[in-house]
Nanobody, 123 residues
Framework: QVQLVESGGGLVQAGGSLTLSCLTSGTIFSISAMGWYRQAPGKQRELVASSRSLGSTTYADSVKGRFSISRDNARNTVALQMNSLKPEDTAVYYC?????????????????WGKGTLVTVSS
């Protein structure tokens, strides 16, 4: 069974930095994309940053220039370096693995989500 586990969330003052990490478990053959999403109270979940297996990245306009996603394809992990944090970055951050081919489903792809890690930015 494939699982994603996030870590690194916490409380930080505005202007500070945090690094989120997402580790995977299970026998994984390939992952098309790994990314970070966030959901603030009362809002819909939104894409923060995504990294595809060939190296292309996508960022939400609100985090461009402040956040950086990095992915280790060999280890199937992804990290999100968050700098110059703002109170509006406060949310639960979720890791997502898209297009996963694994031992438990070797003939089709599935998407997986982690349970999330809370980031709180105080003003």
């Amino acid at each position: 069974q494939v699982q994603l586990v996030e870590s690194g969330g916490g409380l930080v003052q505005a202007g500070g930095s945090l690094t989120l990490s997402c580790l995977t478990s299970g026998t994984i053959f390939s992952i098309s994309a790994m990314g970070w999403y966030r959901q603030a109270p009362g809002k819909q979940r939104e894409l923060v940053a995504s990294s595809r297996s060939l190296g292309s990245t996508t960022y939400a306009d609100s985090v461009k220039g402040r956040f950086s996603i990095s992915r280790d394809n060999a280890r199937n992990t992804v990290a999100l370096q968050m700098n110059s944090l703002k109170p509006e970055d406060t949310a639960v951050y979720y890791c997502k693995a898209e297009g996963v081919r694994a031992l438990t489903h070797r003939y089709y792809d599935r998407d997986y989500w982690g349970k999330g890690t809370l980031v709180t930015v105080s003003s």
